[in-house]
């Protein structure tokens, strides 16, 4: 359709204006003969004057022979009339003798010599014969056919259709080329991106097969999508997977326990007890998820209030340290806080103790026996900076991006016993995140880790 309209749109003009041209050319062309030939008339008429043939019959036979020989020199037809109308001379004999009242004869008798265009399409070019006294004694009428001009036209005409039909058929089949160039990738394009958004979201455009630039930045633009959609879902079955896991697993154990305690009437009273106190755990360690996944919903979803206060960073970290020593007594791990200077911000203290304890804990979690996890605090003119860092085992490069992820840990079989949830990196990137902060991980394997968090002093919450 498209190809059609670049046709139509580019050869109506062309073919409109060439008709026009072609007009001019060939009036301008009869304009010329048409004074040509009244030049002729008149020539022609100031010779029969001087030579006197309408009135001297010796000179019958030269009169003839002149009109013969200049008709015949000029391809044209050449009438004498006198001032009647009546035809003395004619260069084809045939009319001699009649009256010949044209138009164009009256014309050049009454008024002035003429030339004519008539509907055959020859030229009828009149003079007058005017004598020694100045009266116009008779006519010299030229009749001519410019078939001549016709055919130059035409000649013309033809070469410039030639040519016409030549270039369209050569833009035609540019036009036809340059459309299937950008129409079949894009065919090819639509089909894909249709496959992703009927979920088939591995499928990927090819990028360097496209000839244009843009093509390929669309597809690529398309393919960052598509792997960016890829991502989202698969993170969103692993999140559902993982929670389904997580639950499975204590109450499986919840189920066990509670139905030998069910079989079995006559248990020993500490045995229930030892029961009761392993569900219980399993409850907890439910409950624990349950809250890390509210928790994590709840910032999601911007729901909780943050209430920014301005709050001793010392005082808060130094009290997160200290509940946690006793996880870090443990497993004998020296647990050291190192306020560099005094710091002041504007933080939720619950919100963000949480997300501290949760680098704390993991520094813990993740260093064996007798290490060292370090927790310093320091500060510029805008931001605080909590540093934790500990000797432990450390993470491969390319965790580091992941570790952030909800349910996301390392090594299932690694982490299994430190029995974590996953869940404790996102929920303190989500917190650090709403304290318009940053966090950052460098890690080497089996050498340790350092977390720093950055946090705005100043909070502007009236904009929150
Ligand atoms: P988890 O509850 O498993 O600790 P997190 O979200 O807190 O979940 O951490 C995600 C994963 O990142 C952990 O499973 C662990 O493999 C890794 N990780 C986190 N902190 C450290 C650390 N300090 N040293 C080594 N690995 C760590």
């Keep these: 359709?498209?190809?059609a309209t670049y046709i139509i749109v580019g050869i109506v003009p062309?073919?409109?204006?060439?008709?026009?041209?072609?007009?001019?050319?060939?009036?301008?062309?009869?304009?010329?003969r048409k004074k040509e030939l009244l030049n002729q008339a008149n020539i022609l008429s100031g010779h029969i004057t001087i030579s006197n043939y309408l009135y001297d019959e010796n000179k019958k036979l030269e009169f003839d022979e002149d009109i013969q020989n200049t008709s015949s020199r000029g391809g044209f037809r050449t009438i004498v009339t006198d001032a009647m109308g009546t035809v003395v001379n004619d260069s084809n004999k045939t009319e001699i003798g009649k009256t010949y009242l044209l138009p164009e004869i009256i014309e050049a008798l009454d008024e002035k010599d003429v030339a004519n265009v008539q509907e055959n399409g020859s030229i009828y070019a009149v003079a007058s014969i005017v004598n020694e006294a100045g009266d116009k004694v008779g006519t010299v009428l030229i009749a001519d056919m410019p078939s001549d001009i016709l055919e130059k036209v035409d000649n013309i005409k033809k070469t410039v259709y030639i040519l016409m039909v030549t270039m369209t058929l050569f833009i035609a089949i540019i036009v036809f080329a340059f459309a299937h160039m950008i129409v079949d990738p894009l065919n090819k394009m639509v089909a894909v991106i249709q496959k992703i958004a009927d979920g088939h979201l591995e499928q990927r455009l090819p990028v360097n097969q496209f000839n244009y630039e843009?093509?390929?930045k669309v597809s690529e633009a398309v393919n960052d999508m598509a792997q960016k959609l890829e991502q989202v879902e698969s993170s969103r079955q692993t999140f559902v997977s993982n929670v389904s896991h997580?639950?499975?697993?204590?109450?499986?154990?919840?189920?066990?326990?509670?139905?030998?305690?069910?079989?079995n009437a006559d248990t020993p009273k500490e045995m229930y007890?030892?029961?009761m106190r392993d569900i219980n755990s399993e409850?907890?360690?439910m409950t624990e998820i349950i809250n890390d996944l509210l928790t994590l919903v709840r910032l999601d979803q911007k729901e909780i209030p943050v209430n920014f206060k301005a709050e001793n960073l010392n005082k808060v970290v130094g009290d997160t340290v200290k509940r946690l020593q006793p996880l870090a007594d443990d497993k004998n791990i020296t647990l050291i806080f190192n306020p560099i200077k005094e710091v002041s911000a504007d933080i939720d203290a619950t919100k963000f103790t949480l997300a501290i304890s949760n680098l704390i804990e993991n520094g813990i979690k993740y260093t064996d026996d007798g290490g060292e996890v370090k927790v310093n605090l320091d500060c510029d003119h805008q931001n605080a900076f909590i540093t934790v860092s500990d000797t432990g085992i450390g993470m491969a490069e390319k965790e580091?991006?992941?570790?952030?992820?909800?349910?996301?840990?390392i090594d299932k079989t690694r982490d299994r016993q430190t029995g974590g949830t996953g869940l404790g990196l996102s929920i303190t990137h989500s917190t650090v995140l709403m304290h318009d902060g940053s966090i950052k991980v460098t890690s080497r394997e089996n050498e340790g880790t350092t977390f720093v968090?950055?946090?705005?002093?100043?909070?502007?919450?009236?904009?929150?």
Excluded: G
Aim: proline content about 3%; glycine content about 0%; overall charge neutral.
């Design 400 to 409: 580091l991006t992941k570790i952030f992820q909800r349910f996301y840990r």
């Design 273 to 275: 007890e030892e029961f």
């Design 214 to 216: 843009e093509m390929a």
């Design 283 to 285: 409850v907890d360690r």
């Design 246 to 263: 997580e639950l499975k697993t204590p109450l499986s154990s919840i189920k066990v326990l509670s139905e030998s305690l069910l079989m």
């Design 1 to 3: 359709m498209l190809f």
């Design 14 to 32: 062309v073919l409109f204006s060439s008709t026009v041209i072609f007009k001019a050319t060939e009036n301008y062309y009869i304009e010329e």
């Design 453 to 464: 968090v950055r946090i705005p002093l100043i909070h502007n919450s009236t904009n929150k």
